[in-house]
């Protein structure tokens, strides 16, 4: 398929990509993250990787365990391993209590500090263990992935066993982040060798195309459970960088299923969100918007965060493999042309994570409690990877 | 005291004060917010006053309730009573749970939908209700309100009677806001008729002294429980806005009960939290600061809320009560212009709520989730009347 692209443009773009990720952001995690009396990463890190809050977050924790597991799996390099078992272990001792609800955050050695009323420390916590059994073939770890990945399926279907009341005056809604991290789960949990379950697979993909569906011009993130759309502001609320990486969870699903229509279908979901959430004025994905063009309620909404950009640069490398055509692909030199000028940080490694509407760095932390070791490094890997394909190397 | 600013420049403050409140705020809030059929307050009113969410955030029903009798019992005009009686009955109707928990949000008609697991709804909600008892005369509103009020106590006493988990790796720690916000109940009821509380007054002017005593150049929102500051992001989080508002209900409190030296405490609070938070470099108060000059982790830290600047504003006017120095009243005219230039919507009436760190309003809106009826008419009420007597009229 990709064939429009000069080699030269796609050897370029895996230059900078891979010099990005080995010289200035694994570089910068792997000397400054690890915590060697407790075990587990110090996720709160200033600009230089001074810890400015011991606190561990464990979303943050699970998905730098999965990330070093990954790397290790990719490339048997010992000091991934080393790293990830580091917070492998530290989880294993502390995240859970009984019933398998996970905390949202640890003091440094370990007591909890505090759980949300959410399902996603659980989440995170599967994908950790998952990949981390792969990475050490431990059947007991793996059984323990598939155990709290169950414990995750019964919380999603009754919100009171996370110790949310639902009122009845709630709106019954279909919320994106749900059949998103769990298509995402079942992906992680198959390449650790675990049967897929056909059942959730499929409620996963019906449910995002479900969103999709609700309106051509974008992807919503809150629909009716019937799919139709809803006046209320949960209900006109678009993330732009959080429908992008649907997208990609679903091309990235429907390349190993072989299923080219829904390849397609993630393909459309990363254009139209980034034609609707692109600040044509000054550049950058917004971070909310409001389908009516209402202002959105959540202050941060006309920031750039730096998760929404690695997202759409991992979608428009999926978009070009499935369509090969070059629009995708400057795309992709688009965001990835912003995310260099904007939030990447020579001087000390890793990227910025918030921008002002204008490209300003607000914030000077490389890792705060809900940024860690996580979607500038996946970003970065899988766009390598994507990027070799393409060259054939 | 105040004899060092002319009578003019009062009289021009007032003037612009006055037309303000009455010409542009209040008339946006009588006209569009009244819900004629369900009663209740459309309180997520867009930029024109157009309803863009018809659900109620009891905070702000309980706040308008509040602004309202507050108004009727000052003036006696009939059409404030009428406004505080639409929202005080759907507020007893449908606000509360047996046990005296308070929902933070209803839907338009009063069937719950979220609750929260802190004490501010139930706090409201016993603001409400005490000023409205003074407004009706009726004693058994009186009593509902003492009532609220005897639970709110309990509430702040063990966090588990609002649904909260104390885990053991909290941190053990004092929030500002907690005494900040009963000893203006305590006012409150005062003013209603109820007996002051003499062992509440004294915790909540202690625990305030105690955040100042901390460090002398700000006011620290979360303390030690003996006041020692903690090294956490949480320990080193400065709210200028927040201590500003603490600041003059102690002034407020001190002035009534004739304690001087109480009054210059609120004074120099309302100094140094200014000095702290103001940003020299685009004007304005910042939201959240960081003592040690650390990025807050809140994503607004930087931004210029509208409520901190209204509170500035009676801080001001009451340090000039206190002391009859030209430098607090220039300062009152400083944040009264930013407030004029950038907040003030002349065309629509009432004031924007968010501006970016520039100055650039961000959100249309007037009314939602966290503004209404309150801030804005409560600082330009006040201040009319401490100009008033500044006066001698």
């Given at each position: 398929m990709s064939t429009a692209v000069s080699a030269e443009r796609l050897r370029q773009q895996l230059d900078r990509i891979s010099a990005e990720l080995h010289g200035s952001v694994l570089p910068f995690w792997l000397e400054h993250s690890p915590d060697r009396e407790f075990g587990g990463y110090f996720n709160n890190l200033d600009r230089d990787g001074k810890v400015w809050d011991t606190r561990k977050h464990v979303w943050l924790q699970a998905r730098q365990v999965w990330m070093m597991a990954a790397l290790y799996n990719a490339t048997k390099e010992e000091r991934y391993l080393e790293a990830a078992t580091g917070g492998a272990e530290f989880l294993r001792r502390h995240a859970l209590e009984p019933g398998n609800r996970a905390y949202f955050c640890l003091t440094r050695e370990g007591e909890p500090v505090s759980m949300q009323r959410k399902i996603f420390s659980e989440c995170f916590y599967v994908m950790a263990m998952a990949e981390y059994a792969r990475a050490t073939g431990s059947a007991e770890i793996r059984a323990e992935a598939?155990?709290?990945?169950?414990?995750?399926?019964?919380?999603k279907d009754d919100p009171s066993l996370v110790g949310r009341t639902v009122f009845e005056g709630a709106a019954k809604e279909s919320s994106l982040a749900v059949p998103m991290i769990l298509l995402n789960l079942v992906d992680v949990l198959h390449d650790s060798g675990e049967k897929t379950h056909a059942n959730v697979e499929r409620w996963c993909v019906e449910t995002i195309a479900m969103h999709a569906g609700a309106d051509p011009r974008f992807v919503l993130e809150h629909v009716a459970p019937n799919g139709s759309p809803m006046d209320t502001p949960e209900g006109r609320l678009v993330n732009p960088g959080h429908a992008i990486e649907a997208g990609w969870f679903l091309m990235d699903y429907a390349h190993r299923t072989g299923d080219a229509k829904l390849e397609r279908l993630g393909v459309d979901i990363v254009d139209r969100s980034f034609d609707f959430g692109w600040d044509e004025e000054f550049d950058g994905l917004f971070y909310f918007l409001d389908r009516e063009g209402y202002s959105p309620s959540q202050l941060e909404w006309n920031m750039k965060l730096w998760w929404p950009h690695c997202e759409a640069m991992i979608g428009f490398l999926m978009a070009y493999r499935a369509t090969g055509?070059?629009?995708?692909?400057?795309?992709f030199?688009?965001?990835?042309?912003?995310?260099?000028?904007?939030?990447?940080?020579?001087?000390h490694g890793e990227w910025f994570g918030y921008l002002d509407r204008y490209g300003t760095a607000t914030h000077r932390f490389k890792g705060g409690p809900y940024k860690g070791c996580f979607h500038v490094p996946r970003a970065l890997w899988r766009c390598e990877t994507l990027l070799r394909e393409a060259l054939g190397a």
């Open positions: 598939r155990d709290v990945f169950g414990s995750v399926l019964r919380f055509s070059e629009r995708h692909f400057d795309r030199v688009q965001v990835a042309d912003y995310c260099f000028e904007n939030f990447a940080d020579p001087e």
